[in-house]
């Protein structure tokens, strides 16, 4: 596999990116139900990058942590969301949501190991702020629940997808256009985290 190929990556995401609204969470319109709390996620390119970040530093870091990850963001990301429902403010979540893809795409890049519980935590923090920006959305839902259920599906998956691509690391190539990846997630990280400091600016 050529070693242009992360380039290469790298360089579709971030146009696929650049295309995409500034703040991906501040989208027009009411939130529908289940069909719209699954697009949500897609269509939030901060957010879509995030949770396949989670994914692959999962399998990266092999088991426990590749189910611990994708486990523990859901869940905290649901605490997230009831805090978001009931307007509890959190400090910049939109800036907060840009460094997690800094953070997790840098973790992927740099093949960084944690012991699973402080990866866990890393996740867990990152999950809250996630969480709060779709509970935000739920008030104006026609239908809460279901909406609710379609955005932490879609989640899920996309955790999937990253395990799925992270094992892609059982080759030396692999790891190559992993560790690609991780810092084209990074690099677009750094774009939404820039639009996020100018908006509180």
Known sequence: MSLHVPRVLTAAIASFALTQPALAHEQAGVAGGLVSG????ITG??????MVAVGIWGAQLGAPAIWILPITFPLVMAVGGVLGVLHVPLPMPEVM??????ILGVAVAARLRLPSAAAALVVAIFAIFHGHAHGAELPRAANALAYGIGFVTATGLLHLCGIAIGTLTRWPAGERVIQGLGAGIAGIGCY??????GAVA
């Open 38 to 41: 699954l697009l949500h996620p």
């Open 45 to 50: 390119i901060d957010h879509l990058i995030a």
């Open 97 to 102: 949501i840009a460094l997690s893809a800094v």
């Open 192 to 197: 939404f985290l820039a639009q996020g400091l």
